[in-house]
């Protein structure tokens, strides 16, 4: 692991590498973003149709979306994007924002999330320390990047990311990456039953579902990673920040009860806050309990 150690051991070498390719990842997370909500919608089509028997011929035609193909263009005019228009923020500040072709104005979310990804990285690597297990920290912080934004456009929590992310937080606890293997099995198992019990109380009482099952499974993820002696702290912090945002739209943006507000962003953003400061929080949570 000599080559590691040079990066590790070379505080402005290892930020510039994480600044890149973290800006890279973020322009992949957009892809990730826009595309895999459609490959499921797509997905549950098909298998509905199986499922009722429509003939062929009736069945909706469509170019199959990957994350790969089709290759990505301009939604106003069909423009296909060329290398140098896909550098991650460069290429949004040289064209002005504009589309290189019709100069249609492009979304500032694309760049504003590879920021945020590559600001996000940094940080991580600079509270956790320059280690192997910060490194490693970069996929939960990443994969929580995508599913923040993914339930926030159509309160879906796939489970091709929650499912891989939960089974690698326990696969590198195993190994003590982050915590002991015995709290990332409780974690996992404790942040899974946790949501669920109030899912299924909520319904039995009000008749109505209060939460998707994704919440289960990003909350497992989240215990397996971090350990369930960090659970209470972001089941704390997720739902007041939620009710607090929840509250808002209410009042200021005349949203109804019946609106749904996903809570997925919630529970990332309470995750990302006990990555950084778990320490500090699990002690002051102690020193609550008079542990």
């Given amino acids: 692991m000599q080559f590691l150690d040079v990066y590790l051991n070379t505080p402005w070498l290892l930020y510039l590498t994480v600044t890149f390719v973290s800006l890279c990842i973020g322009s992949f997370l957009n892809v ?13 089509r098909c298998q509905c149709e199986e499922f009722l028997e429509v003939p062929d011929k009736e ?3 469509e170019e199959p979306v990957t994350l790969s193909k089709p290759a990505s263009t301009c939604p106003s ?3 296909k994007i060329r ?7 460069i290429s949004y500040l040289v064209l002005g924002g504009k589309c290189a072709s019709c100069k249609t104005r492009i979304s500032p979310r694309y760049p504003i999330i590879e920021a945020v990804t590559a600001l996000f990285s940094v940080l991580t690597v600079y509270l956790l320390g320059p280690t192997e297990a910060a490194l490693w920290a970069l996929l939960l912080v990443w994969a929580l990047v995508a599913l923040t934004v993914i339930d926030f456009d159509t309160q879906l929590l796939p489970d091709s990311i929650t499912l891989p992310l939960l089974w690698l937080g326990l696969v590198l606890n195993f190994f003590g990456v982050l ?3 015995t709290s990332s099995f409780w ?4 942040g899974y039953l946790s949501l669920w019990s109030v899912y299924w109380l909520f319904k039995i009482v009000t008749g109505k579902e209060g939460m998707g099952h994704g919440d289960f499974k990003l909350l497992a993820a ?3 990673w971090l350990g369930w002696q960090l659970l209470p702290a972001v089941i704390l912090l997720s739902s007041v920040v939620g009710a607090v ?3 808002s739209l209410m009042v200021f943006r005349k949203h109804g009860r019946e609106v749904p507000i996903p809570f997925g962003p919630y529970l990332a953003a309470a995750g990302v806050l006990c990555l950084w400061f778990g320490d500090a929080i699990q002690r002051a949570w102690f020193a609550y309990l008079g542990v």
Wanted: proline share 5%.
């Fill in 32 to 44: 990730v973003i826009l595309r895999l909500p459609k490959m499921m919608h797509q997905d549950w």
């Fill in 59 to 61: 069945r909706k035609k």
């Fill in 77 to 79: 005019c069909g423009h």
């Fill in 83 to 89: 290398a140098w228009e896909n550098i991650p923020v």
């Fill in 179 to 181: 915590t002991d293997f």
């Fill in 187 to 190: 974690g996992a198992v404790v």
């Fill in 222 to 224: 989240l215990g397996a």
């Fill in 245 to 247: 945002v929840g509250i």
